[in-house]
Every structure is written in C-alpha cells, then in structure tokens.
C-alpha cells in the first residue's frame, strides 16, 4: 500500500525534479537536493527562484550551506493538526539540509493518536526532534525519546515546551545500546517507532552501520515490545522494498500480524516523491 499525508496546511512540495525538491514550509518555501527525484520539473529554474526563499548548496557528502533569494527567518514553526488538536513544531535551517521535520512522518503522528493511551510506554528510538513523542506524551503516554545528539535532543524539548506538555524522558544515548539494556531489565514498551540511519554516531563516537545492526536491533525491539504492543520502522535511509522490509520483519516476529507501506509526498502537478517505507509489526 502506498500512503501520502493528506491534512497538511502549514506544508506542500509545490514541484520536484532534476535532483531537486521545492518545498513550502509555512510562509518559507526552499530549494533542497532530493537524489530520488530524477524526473523532469514542471516549473522552470526561473520559477522555482522566484518562489523560494533560500536554497541548500551541498558542501560536502554530509554538509553544506544556504544560500538565500530573499528575507526569510532563520526560525520559525509550522502546525499540524490532529482530529482538532494542533501541534506546533519549531523549524531552522540546518547545514545538513534538514529543518526539523520529516513531513512524510504525518502519517505515523495519525497512527501513534489512535494507538496510544494514558500511561502505556511509549519508546521513541533515534527519535530527532521529537514529533513523535510529542503526539504521543499529548495522549498522556509514558514517553521516552532516544538519540545520541545533544542539540538534537534540545530542539525536541522545545518543541515540547511550545505545545504546552511536559515530563518526556530525554535520553542522550546510543538507540542499540538504551534498548538492549532496557531489555536486560525486562521493560517493557505498547509502542516503540524507530527511524535508524544509514550511519551514525554515538554520543561518545562509536560509529553506527545500520546494514551491520539492524537484525540486533530487530531481534531486541522484539524483546521489548509488551503483548500487545505496536512496531513501526521508518525506512529511507537504506532503500529497502516493502517485500523486504516484510520478509525481515517476519523474519523477527513470526508470530505478529506484518505491514509494510511506501510513503510518498505528492507535488502540485502530480509528480510521487517516494520517502522509503515503513514497516509496522503488531502484536
């Protein structure tokens, strides 16, 4: 099945093409490389300038600069809003092309609302900025939201604190290592979403190779996940197929009901932007 968030008003992709996707982010609207877009675009480069505030120059294999076409802010936020409740969500413009949100990701927000209640666990691995757990703590779940970057971990506390909620624990710490000794104490979780990168590092440096980790990973997401507990798996990074992604999931929870879905953004003329696939395993 293939799945586009479809409730979005603070964000569009206006056009995409030739590398290249155009996107409207509240009032900001930006240039930014996107390798899977090897079409054509519908508007001319003319057009696409006249429309964008700013464009990222890619620097180096993880990095780079913006450049900017007219006066835009360096911060500001976007809402998004669930069966009348709104979420808000602080954006920037970072030097690895992000600025905070995944828009793609809507349609686990949709899935998390329906899914978690007041005082289940709820375990956000390699979680950014937060959004997940931000839906997620405003069910009143017990939340706890894992990454290894320090000013990543911050931003999602921001972002907490601009919804009015509160006590999500910050973990600053490797996903793998958290969850295997999470495991090794017998815990628990009714929901656990996780979006590994390709690689990575930890909060002390170890490097991360998600191809050299993700059956360890599986195989202890397993073991945490309560008796009729929910998995989702955010796959871009590595490109795997839904086929895949099911194999390997079934591969680790034989005996759990397997999904896989391709998520996609669709732009004003049509054009599908595939975004990876997520794997969803429920107990």
């Given at each position: 099945?293939?799945?586009?968030?479809?409730?979005?008003?603070?964000?569009?992709?206006?056009?995409?093409?030739?590398?290249?996707?155009?996107?409207?982010?509240?009032?900001?609207?930006?240039?930014?490389?996107?390798?899977?877009?090897?079409?054509?675009?519908?508007?001319?480069?003319?057009?696409?300038?006249?429309?964008?505030?700013?464009?990222?120059?890619?620097?180096?294999?993880?990095?780079?600069?913006?450049?900017?076409?007219?006066?835009?802010?360096?911060?500001?936020?976007?809402?998004?809003?669930?069966?009348?409740?709104?979420?808000?969500?602080?954006?920037?413009?970072?030097?690895?092309?992000?600025?905070?949100?995944?828009?793609?990701?809507?349609?686990?927000?949709?899935?998390?609302?329906?899914?978690?209640?007041?005082?289940?666990?709820?375990?956000?691995?390699?979680a950014y900025t937060g959004a997940s757990s931000i839906v997620a703590r405003a069910n009143q779940a017990?939340?706890?939201?894992?990454?290894?970057?320090?000013?990543?971990l911050s931003w999602g506390k921001r972002n907490m604190e601009l919804n009015g909620i509160a006590d999500?624990?910050?973990?600053?710490?490797?996903?793998?290592?958290?969850?295997?000794?999470?495991?090794?104490?017998?815990?628990?979780?009714?929901?656990?979403?996780?979006?590994?990168?390709?690689?990575?590092?930890?909060?002390?440096?170890?490097?991360?190779?998600?191809?050299?980790?993700?059956?360890?990973?599986?195989?202890?997401?397993?073991?945490?996940?309560?008796?009729?507990?929910?998995?989702?798996?955010?796959?871009?990074?590595?490109?795997?197929?839904?086929?895949?992604?099911?194999?390997?999931?079934?591969?680790?929870?034989?005996?759990s009901k397997i999904s896989a879905d391709e998520l996609y953004l669709e732009d004003q003329f049509g054009?599908?932007?595939?975004?990876?696939?997520?794997?969803?395993?429920?107990?």
């Amino acid at each position: 099945m293939k799945r586009c968030p479809k409730n979005w008003k603070d964000y569009e992709l206006i056009d995409c093409g030739e590398g290249l996707r155009l996107d409207r982010f509240g009032s900001v609207v930006l240039i930014r490389p996107e390798p899977k877009a090897i079409w054509q675009r519908s508007l001319s480069n003319s057009e696409w300038e006249q429309k964008a505030h700013a464009r990222f120059e890619q620097k180096s294999s993880n990095s780079g600069a913006w450049s900017r076409f007219k006066r835009s802010p360096d911060q500001w936020s976007i809402n998004y809003s669930i069966n009348n409740k709104k979420f808000v969500f602080d954006l920037k413009l970072t030097r690895f092309k992000h600025v905070g949100i995944f828009p793609e990701q809507a349609i686990n927000w949709e899935l998390i609302h329906r899914n978690i209640a007041k005082g289940q666990r709820f375990l956000n691995l390699f979680a950014y900025t937060g959004a997940s757990s931000i839906v997620a703590r405003a069910n009143q779940a017990n939340v706890y939201h894992v990454d290894s970057i320090k000013q990543v971990l911050s931003w999602g506390k921001r972002n907490m604190e601009l919804n009015g909620i509160a006590d999500i624990r910050w973990v600053l710490e490797d996903a793998l290592k958290f969850a295997q000794r999470e495991a090794k104490r017998n815990h628990k979780y009714d929901f656990i979403i996780m979006d590994p990168p390709s690689f990575g590092h930890g909060p002390k440096g170890g490097k991360w190779s998600l191809a050299d980790k993700i059956n360890e990973l599986l195989h202890t997401c397993n073991e945490l996940l309560s008796e009729n507990g929910v998995l989702v798996w955010n796959n871009y990074s590595l490109g795997l197929s839904e086929l895949t992604i099911e194999t390997l999931l079934k591969s680790h929870f034989p005996k759990s009901k397997i999904s896989a879905d391709e998520l996609y953004l669709e732009d004003q003329f049509g054009k599908k932007l595939s975004m990876g696939v997520i794997g969803k395993v429920s107990n």
